[in-house]
């Protein structure tokens, strides 16, 4: 494949991930919901920390600013969720590193998190 053809299909696909994105987020939106959590998929069926889905991280600030554009009056961020014991979902990627031991690191996962609220 040629340069050109390269940067059309990354673009493609980085439209695509937009529009899944942006068609569940408007759906929950519909059903009352405040926010839309996107589960980044994994390169991997390993659902552990050290995997990553390569192609999202690469472009990560692409796909924030393409959904910045089609949201921009909401709170937009990249993050990683983790469950608790207490089974609530947190914020671990700003969690205090003394707590983090509460949160149970094998269902923690990359999130796109948009909040309209």
């Not at 192609?55 to 009056?73: C, G, Q, T, W």
Request: proline share 3%; net charge neutral; hydrophobic share 40%.
């Amino acid at each position: 494949m040629n340069e050109q053809a390269l940067e059309e299909s990354r673009l493609n696909k980085i439209d695509n991930i937009v529009s899944r994105i942006y068609s569940k987020a408007i759906s929950a939106a519909k059903q009352g919901l405040k926010s839309y959590r996107y589960q980044v998929p994994l390169d991997s069926p390993s659902n552990s920390l050290s995997s990553s889905n390569t192609f999202h991280v690469k472009y990560m600030n692409e796909i924030l600013a393409s959904l910045r554009r089609l949201f921009p009056d909401s709170r937009i961020v990249h993050t990683l969720l983790g469950m608790g014991r207490d089974g609530r979902i947190y914020d671990i990627a700003t969690m205090d590193d003394r707590i983090l031991d509460l949160v149970i690191n094998a269902f923690a996962n990359s999130y796109i998190v948009i909040d309209w609220s």
